[in-house]
């Protein structure tokens, strides 16, 4: 059964927590405070004390840092430094080196591009350039000519579907002049039918 420590009266409690709390107490006070609230059952009043001794109680089990430990931590900031330099590094020089290569690409493809549409004047002689030029026409106008070949079906095509649309026109001709003709027969025999003799 748990029951309420004892071991020190609420007058010398009040004592040593002001002297911790005041930052004026010994180790061995500070001991003396850990063993008293290291149990389940206190005075009443002392809630919030006994919670933060439990956690100095759990923290003493912590290990004390390496004798490198220092060492350690600043070598990792340095490494820190380093990567954020390349970082810095990378942040602006990748943007600035895009830019530059499409510029590059730029004036590139201009100074391509407009070499090639500037023409060359390659002969000497009027009479083999006249020549040559007839050459190039000769090819074209075939070309041409192959191509109009090529779309003649096309054209028959579309003449067979203006001569069967305009056959197909005749016949719904045909067709509502005798329904006309029938509506009027129709007309008739109902107006005979209507007649009473």
């Known amino acids: 059964m748990n029951t309420i420590n004892t071991t020190m009266n609420p007058e010398e409690l009040n ?3 002001d002297k ?3 930052g004026r107490s010994s180790e061995e006070e500070e001991n003396l405070l850990c063993d008293y609230f290291g149990v389940d059952t206190i005075h009443e009043g002392y809630e919030a004390e006994h919670e933060i ?8 089990n912590v ?13 990792g900031l340095d490494g820190a430094e380093i990567i954020e330099e390349k970082f810095l590094i990378r942040r602006y020089l990748y943007p600035l080196v895009g830019a530059a290569a499409s510029i590059l690409i730029l004036f590139g493809s201009y100074f391509f591009l407009s070499r090639d549409l500037q023409p060359k004047d390659t002969f000497t002689d009027p009479k083999i350039a006249y020549l040559e030029t007839r050459k190039i026409l000769f090819e074209v106008s075939s070309k041409m000519n192959k191509a109009e070949m090529a779309l003649e079906p096309v054209g028959k ?3 067979m579907t203006t001569k069967g649309f305009s056959a197909i026109n005749k016949s719904t001709g045909i067709v509502s002049k005798n329904l006309k003709s029938l ?5 008739a025999t109902k107006s005979v ?3 009473k003799y």
């Open 157 to 159: 095509i579309r003449i």
């Open 63 to 75: 290990p004390e840092p390496s004798v490198d430990f220092e060492a350690r931590i600043m070598a």
């Open 193 to 195: 039918k209507n007649k």
């Open 183 to 187: 509506e009027r027969l129709d007309g």
């Open 20 to 22: 911790y709390y005041s």
């Open 53 to 60: 001794f439990a956690y100095y109680r759990s923290a003493r």
């Open 15 to 17: 004592r040593l927590l």
